[in-house]
DNA sequence: CTCGTAGTACGGCAGTTGTCAAACTACGAG
DNA sequence: CTCGTAGTTTGACAACTGCCGTACTACGAG
């Protein structure tokens, strides 16, 4: 890892923008992860697949809604995205959210996997 | 604390609806931290003072917005409120914040600590 | 080059949210 | 009872959000 910087991963065309770990917001990440859908992707994210193409989500929602949702959450700091061939890869930012905020992420996900399965 | 419901703390009048503990929902308590104002409440009453009557908060919006805010709160299960007087007064659900989802609150005002104070 | 796959961008639409002002209610003091 | 204070309710408005379909752009395989 000595010169790949952060912000360009693809050597090519497309560019994906993320916030710098000192750019997160804390109201950002709150409000990402206030949706049921990015709460899901985030869930899935954090279930051992370190990097996941979009298409590997069972979402109950269209393509481009799909897209929508990642890119909330790309811009929220949560997650970050590269590409490589034709899908995108996304990967959690969890040594980055806790460097920023510690025990935030890891207290959302265990909150979340408490309120999913909770009478059943 | 004897025969007294959390939900009947008004002897007259006003009645004021919380959620109960169970029904607290992870999304309605994202969400409601996820705004700069709630968040703001929801610091001061972290900080120290148990119990407050919402015109001692020093927030930028209107009285109508003000009330909007706490009832977001109060039905997220955020906050506890009950009238004393003229005024309502607010308190954080702490207890049965950590009984729900254990490390959040906490994870999440220590966020907001470091959020308020970064480059200054 | 052509085709299929993975994802993006562009509207568009309905529902929600944050905001306010104005009118109203509840309580305490006098 | 009257007045002031604290908060609520209503109605409105602009902005945002989540959602979709369609058209478009990369990239890899053949």
Not at 97 to 119: C, I, N, T
């Amino acid at each position: 890892m000595p010169t790949t910087e952060p912000d360009v991963a693809a050597p090519s065309g497309r560019r994906l923008a993320h916030p710098s770990t000192e750019e997160i917001r804390l109201e950002g990440v709150l409000h990402a992860l206030a949706d049921p859908v990015r709460l899901t992707i985030v869930r899935e994210l954090a279930d051992g697949h370190a990097d996941m193409a979009c298409i590997a989500f069972d979402l109950p929602v269209s393509k481009s809604t799909t897209t929508h949702h990642f890119k909330v959450l790309r811009e929220a700091g949560v997650i970050r995205q590269h590409y490589e061939g034709t899908s995108r890869m996304s990967r959690l930012r969890e040594d980055d959210l806790e460097a920023r905020f510690p025990g935030l992420l890891a207290a959302v996900l265990e909150a979340a996997r408490r309120s999913v399965a909770p009478s059943a």
